[in-house]
């Protein structure tokens, strides 16, 4: 659904008046601490219980089973199982840093092979390894799929599907069994990453932290900020990262249009400005109606009556005036005045990479 023209006023308004009335962004909000990230973990496992929905004919499917049931001092050649009540997946789910064992984890499971849906089954205990091939995490426990499949199948038979029935999810599914290591202070410092890198905002964030521990900030590139640990905090890490994480800043945002062409979404930050130009836009309406129309024959003539389509064509394109658009340094002046053409939000994306193309538009546009 594409939003009307005279709603991108207030998007666009609500945008720059929201960037001018922020006093700034926490530290938190803008940075992360190097050392302190997610890592991801993955595993294989089965899913049982699946009446009929599961697997098919994979056998890599029944020779987990096989070995599966080896475990379990049973030995039973692969090729006689059946699978159709069980399921191989793949398990995966992201350990944040300082986890410690004991701790819960929410896991995705997703089907590997031609199960038709995982809907009630029942994940084995499965291993999750990280990266390094160790293991992190134990997984086990019932599925929750927001999802469903019904039909028939044959000759005039239906499907319904919703969402994913082959993707699930088990909320604290996990228990983390060894805690992945993370080094905070090396050298006697720290180091905050930011998450949209920009050279002014890495300086920004230096002088902000420079305000409140004077000299012991110094922005290293457009990612990167070295913080060295005032005298006596060695021993007081986690509450100088807490203070840290409270200074506000004032990023530096760029300049950007995100254009969503599926949903006919324009967003844009308050920085864009458009330079001196002149825009045109019209439409052209093609029109194609088809009509029956009876022939009828004179009395007595032996003629018979038929039946004769016509069909009729018409093509107009409303006048479109170029309007010239004057400077317009602030979205608020760029909202108004595209939306005096009365376009719709097309047109309007249309009208912004065309801006772009002729070099009147500056801003970074970002097409999805």
Known sequence: MFLPSRHLVPLFLSVAITAIAS????????AMLAGARENQLVGYGLVV???GDGDKDPLYAKQTLANLLQRFNLTVPAATLSSKNIAVVMVTADIPPFVKPGAKLDVQVSSLGDAKSIQGGVLLQTQMLGADDEVYALAQGSIAVGGF???AAGPGGATVTKN????GTIVNGANVEREIPATMVKDNSIELLLREPGFTSASRLAAAINAKFPGNAQAVDS???KIRLPEGAENQVVDFIARLEAIEVNPDI????IINERTGTIVATADIKISNCAVSQGNLIISIASTLEVSQPKALSGGQTTVTPRTDTGVSEPKANMIALPELPTVEKVATALNTLGVTPR???AIFQAMKQAGA????????
């Open 49 to 51: 219980g699946l009446a």
């Open 361 to 368: 538009l500056q801003a970074e546009l970002l097409i999805r």
């Open 23 to 30: 006093t700034g962004v926490r530290v938190r909000d803008m």
């Open 164 to 167: 994913h029935p082959t993707v």
């Open 223 to 225: 990612t990167s900020v």
């Open 347 to 349: 047109d309007m994306m």
């Open 149 to 151: 499949s019904a039909g």
């Open 254 to 257: 760029p300049a950007r249009i």
